[in-house]
Nanobody, 126 residues
Framework: QVQLVESGGGWVQAGGSMTLSCAAS????????MAWFRQAPRKEREFVAA????????DHGVSAAGRFRISRDNAKNMLSLQMNSLKVEDTAVYYC???????????????????WGQGTQVTVSS
């Protein structure tokens, strides 16, 4: 059974930092991209960042550019998201996503990812 399990969410004050982690089990994702998405109440799920299988390519959504850093450790089958200078509008449920199909680059479209975690809540207060 393939599972993606996020951790590291919680509460933080605006301007603070937080690191999210995603542990994959059941299969490896060494051939394809992994990504983070987020969904705030009453909003569409939004692309945050993605990284190619080897880390050579990354892509960030507008909201994440310059503040968030994605990384992955294929040996541990893990994905991380370092978030800095957090804002109240970053409050959302953050989801880890992965695709096992061989692909050189990254996807920013959520329908390209076959596997999803259950999400972890990040709350940023003013």
């Amino acid at each position: 059974q393939v599972q993606l399990v996020e951790s590291g969410g919680g509460w933080v004050q605006a301007g603070g930092s937080m690191t999210l982690s995603c542990a994959a089990s059941g299969r490896t994702f060494n051939n394809g991209p992994m990504a983070w998405f987020r969904q705030a109440p009453r909003k569409e799920r939004e692309f945050v960042a993605a990284m190619s299988w080897d880390g050579a390519y990354t892509d960030h959504g507008v909201s994440a550019a310059g503040r968030f850093r994605i990384s992955r450790d294929n040996a541990k089958n893990m994905l991380s998201l370092q978030m800095n200078s957090l804002k109240v509008e970053d409050t959302a449920v953050y989801y880890c996503a992965a695709d096992s199909r061989p692909y050189r680059y990254t996807y920013s479209q959520r329908d390209q990812y076959s596997y999803w975690g259950q999400g972890t809540q990040v709350t940023v207060s003013s």
